[in-house]
């Protein structure tokens, strides 16, 4: 039972944490010898082999047969034991939520992609949220008490610390955290969707073991994710990444912050649905002409994404557009940060080259260049999935996070 397995480590003993730590450990790298836990860890071998032991009895680590080595003795080789535990991601999203299900090795055992559930900021509307995790949770038929983790993807302001969200579901003066955690039965962690993506791409896609990475999550509003030496940046507040709210433009258009002038209103798919619109009602062409005229609210992101793939040229002119802007402001985060990725992800994304290529361009004209050139910036690999996938892995490693 995972209440009962992870009980020795909830203790805040010395013991406790070095146990957390080697746990933290092997969610990141994977099965391990007692000699690369003892160096990783800067710990004595008799100290790691005594750890190894007391974890393995209570079920939460294996092991996993001997290291194939090319000389010498075979080391063994230990790593959590995927049953030990299962962990339950949510992805709030504008026309519904995705919701999966991990275990204790972070294998997607159960994914329900855009369920639909309209979602008011108000207490019904998390009441609504809370039963289709339950009934999420009840179709996996894992037993609810191995359930460690449920951790929920929000929008906008989140503290993940403290457990309170600041845009969504900010009803009471208790934490969101400890409200859904009485609705659910669970224990609840929230965050912010962005960095959960950035979370989810760079534990599973394809960032090629690189440390200092740059997730730009580009869909209704624009967001930023920051992966600094391998760790996620969340600042004093866990409001870091606020990207879209940067103060660039002299214009008179108000964002859904209440100021004028945020990148936002002019690089994401808000301002590309509102420029389409705008394109269409002065007399432009598109295949989105009619719906558009007839009821705005109906045509969506994804419904211009396909307009896109249909090769409606107002679509990809105004993608592109919103490439080659938010490109200049992306060099100015590399000239900051001098990452080695940049990945850009989000629903806009789909739209693949249309959106990267004037992005790349914009890149390469306004860094530095000697900043630059070891930046790859590149499409995400997981998608419309990145988000349940980062939900689903931050569920696991915040019940352990707090190891140093």
């Given at each position: 039972?995972?209440?009962?397995?992870?009980?020795?480590?909830?203790?805040?003993?010395?013991?406790?944490?070095?146990?957390?730590?080697?746990?933290?450990?092997?969610?990141?790298?994977?099965?391990?010898?007692?000699?690369?836990?003892?160096?990783?860890?800067?710990?004595?071998?008799?100290?790691?082999?005594?750890?190894?032991d007391e974890l393995c009895q209570q079920g939460i680590l294996n092991e996993f047969g001997k290291m194939e080595t090319n000389e010498?003795?075979?080391?063994?080789?230990?790593?959590?034991?995927?049953?030990?535990?299962?962990?339950?991601?949510?992805?709030?999203?504008?026309?519904?939520?995705?919701?999966?299900?991990?275990?204790?090795?972070?294998?997607?055992?159960?994914?329900?992609?855009?369920?639909?559930?309209?979602?008011?900021?108000?207490?019904?509307?998390?009441?609504?949220?809370?039963?289709?995790?339950?009934?999420?949770?009840?179709?996996?038929?894992?037993?609810?008490?191995?359930?460690?983790?449920?951790?929920?993807?929000?929008?906008?302001?989140?503290?993940?610390?403290?457990?309170?969200?600041?845009?969504?579901?900010?009803?009471?003066?208790?934490?969101?955290?400890?409200?859904?955690?009485?609705?659910?039965?669970?224990?609840?962690?929230?965050?912010?969707?962005?960095?959960?993506?950035?979370?989810?791409?760079?534990?599973?896609?394809?960032?090629?073991?690189k440390r200092d990475i740059l997730f730009v999550n580009v869909s209704w509003g624009l967001g930023l994710g920051i992966i600094i030496?391998?760790?996620?940046?969340?600042?004093?507040?866990?409001?870091?990444?606020?990207?879209?709210?940067?103060?660039?433009?002299?214009n008179e258009v108000i964002c859904h912050c209440g100021k004028k002038g945020c990148l936002e209103t002019e690089a994401s798919g808000?301002?590309?649905?509102?420029?389409?619109?705008?394109?269409?009602?002065?007399?432009?062409?598109?295949?989105?002409?009619?719906?558009?005229?007839?009821?705005?609210?109906?045509?969506?992101?994804?419904?211009?994404?396909?307009?896109?793939?249909?090769?409606?040229?107002?679509?990809?002119?105004?993608?592109?557009?919103?490439?080659?802007?938010?490109?200049?402001?992306?060099?100015?985060?590399?000239?900051?940060?001098?990452?080695?990725?940049?990945?850009?992800?989000?629903?806009?994304?789909?739209?693949?080259?249309?959106?990267?290529?004037?992005?790349?361009?914009?890149?390469?004209?306004?860094?530095?260049?000697?900043?630059?050139?070891?930046?790859?910036?590149?499409?995400?690999?997981?998608?419309?999935?990145?988000?349940?996938?980062?939900?689903?892995?931050?569920?696991?490693?915040?019940?352990?996070?707090?190891?140093?």
């Open positions: 039972m995972a209440k009962s397995i992870f009980k020795s480590l909830e203790q805040g003993s010395k013991g406790a944490l070095l146990r957390k730590r080697m746990i933290s450990y092997l969610i990141l790298h994977g099965n391990s010898t007692i000699m690369e836990l003892s160096k990783a860890l800067d710990l004595s071998v008799p100290t790691v082999t005594k750890m190894i010498g003795r075979h080391p063994h080789l230990y790593g959590l034991n995927p049953e030990a535990a299962y962990f339950v991601g949510v992805d709030i999203k504008n026309s519904g939520v995705n919701l999966g299900l991990i275990n204790f090795t972070g294998a997607l055992l159960e994914d329900h992609m855009n369920t639909t559930c309209h979602l008011d900021n108000s207490l019904e509307g998390l009441q609504t949220l809370c039963q289709v995790i339950n009934d999420f949770v009840d179709h996996c038929q894992v037993e609810r008490d191995k359930i460690a983790n449920v951790n929920v993807n929000v929008s906008g302001r989140v503290n993940p610390e403290s457990g309170y969200s600041y845009s969504w579901f900010n009803l009471g003066e208790q934490p969101l955290t400890v409200t859904m955690s009485q609705l659910i039965g669970l224990h609840v962690t929230i965050d912010n969707d962005t960095r959960a993506m950035t979370y989810g791409e760079y534990l599973r896609g394809n960032n090629q073991a030496d391998g760790k996620v940046y969340k600042g004093k507040s866990g409001f870091a990444g606020e990207f879209g709210h940067t103060p660039v433009f002299d808000s301002a590309l649905h509102r420029k389409l619109a705008e394109r269409i009602a002065a007399g432009e062409n598109s295949i989105l002409a009619e719906a558009m005229a007839t009821d705005p609210q109906c045509v969506t992101l994804e419904t211009i994404i396909d307009a896109v793939g249909r090769e409606d040229m107002l679509c990809i002119e105004l993608v592109e557009e919103v490439g080659s802007i938010l490109g200049k402001q992306v060099a100015g985060l590399i000239n900051l940060f001098n990452p080695e990725l940049v990945i850009v992800g989000g629903l806009l994304s789909m739209t693949g080259d249309y959106l990267l290529q004037p992005l790349r361009t914009a890149v390469r004209k306004h860094s530095l260049q000697l900043v630059h050139r070891d930046t790859h910036v590149v499409l995400s690999t997981l998608m419309g999935k990145a988000g349940l996938i980062g939900a689903c892995m931050l569920a696991r490693s915040r019940t352990f996070d707090d190891a140093s």
